[in-house]
């Protein structure tokens, strides 16, 4: 049997999240979502959702994936979306107010959506940019994160502060992943059992 791959996953048997997600793109009331769970469960599937979605809208979005290596450099995971002085290292606070300046002017007068993958592994000056931006409207954030993974504390901010709705998000169940693999694989749902 040869059977093409689609290279996006449709979404199956997350109806109620979606609801969520184009309530978000189309501004009703959260200026974030947090998606969170165990790895592989679809929560970065999610996220390039909401992405589509908001450019779709017309958002400026800015997307980075945090990663261990970057979790050591301040600032790294953003560092090909931002301006910032050079010559003296400027103090935390000069260049965190530089980047939130940067993100800002990127998004010129278009709604700015940072959507950041790992945010588990943010460095803590740009978990604390990922929560500025949570506060500044009309900007907007979403984010995944691992559950059961040490979290920086702004991150876990967007949510206990009520700046974005956390979408915990579980393994789909049988009948879903039935569902994704035949509607992935074209001819196979004979031999979906």
Same mark, same amino acid.
Do not use: N
């Given at each position: *049997?040869?059977?093409?791959?689609? &290279?996006?996953?449709?979404?199956?048997?997350?109806?109620?999240?979606?609801?969520? !997600?184009? =309530?978000?793109?189309?501004?009703?009331?959260?200026?974030?979502? #947090?998606?969170?769970?165990?790895?592989?469960?679809?929560? &970065?599937?999610?996220?390039?959702?909401?992405?589509?979605?908001? /450019?779709? @809208?017309?958002?400026?979005? !800015?997307?980075?994936?945090?990663?261990?290596?970057?979790?050591? #450099?301040?600032?790294? #995971?953003?560092?090909? @979306?931002? =301006? +910032?002085?050079?010559?003296?290292?400027?103090? %935390?606070?000069?260049? $965190? =107010?530089?980047? @939130?300046?940067? $993100?800002? $002017?990127?998004?010129?007068?278009? =709604?700015?959506? +940072?959507?950041?993958?790992?945010? @588990?592994?943010?460095?803590?000056?740009?978990?604390?940019?990922?929560?500025?931006?949570? +506060?500044?409207? %009309?900007?907007?954030?979403?984010?995944?994160?691992?559950?059961?993974?040490?979290?920086?504390? %702004?991150?876990?901010?967007?949510?206990?502060?009520?700046?974005?709705?956390?979408?915990?998000?579980?393994?789909?169940?049988?009948?879903? *992943?039935? /569902?994704? $693999?035949?509607?992935?694989?074209?001819?196979? /749902?004979?031999? !979906?059992?």
């Amino acid at each position: *049997m040869s059977a093409t791959v689609s &290279t996006e996953w449709p979404l199956v048997g997350r109806d109620e999240v979606v609801e969520r !997600i184009d =309530r978000f793109v189309s501004g009703e009331p959260e200026r974030g979502l #947090v998606f969170a769970g165990k790895a592989g469960v679809g929560k &970065t599937r999610l996220r390039r959702e909401v992405v589509a979605r908001a /450019e779709g @809208h017309g958002h400026h979005v !800015i997307q980075v994936a945090a990663t261990a290596a970057s979790s050591t #450099v301040p600032l790294g #995971v953003f560092a090909p @979306h931002l =301006r +910032l002085p050079e010559g003296q290292s400027p103090a %935390p606070s000069e260049l $965190l =107010r530089a980047a @939130h300046r940067s $993100l800002a $002017l990127a998004a010129g007068s278009k =709604r700015l959506l +940072l959507s950041v993958d790992d945010a @588990h592994l943010l460095d803590p000056l740009s978990a604390q940019l990922v929560h500025q931006a949570g +506060l500044a409207e %009309p900007h907007s954030v979403v984010v995944t994160l691992r559950s059961g993974e040490p979290t920086p504390d %702004p991150v876990v901010a967007l949510w206990k502060d009520g700046l974005c709705d956390r979408v915990d998000t579980p393994p789909l169940g049988e009948a879903a *992943m039935r /569902e994704l $693999l035949a509607a992935s694989l074209p001819g196979a /749902e004979d031999e !979906i059992q």
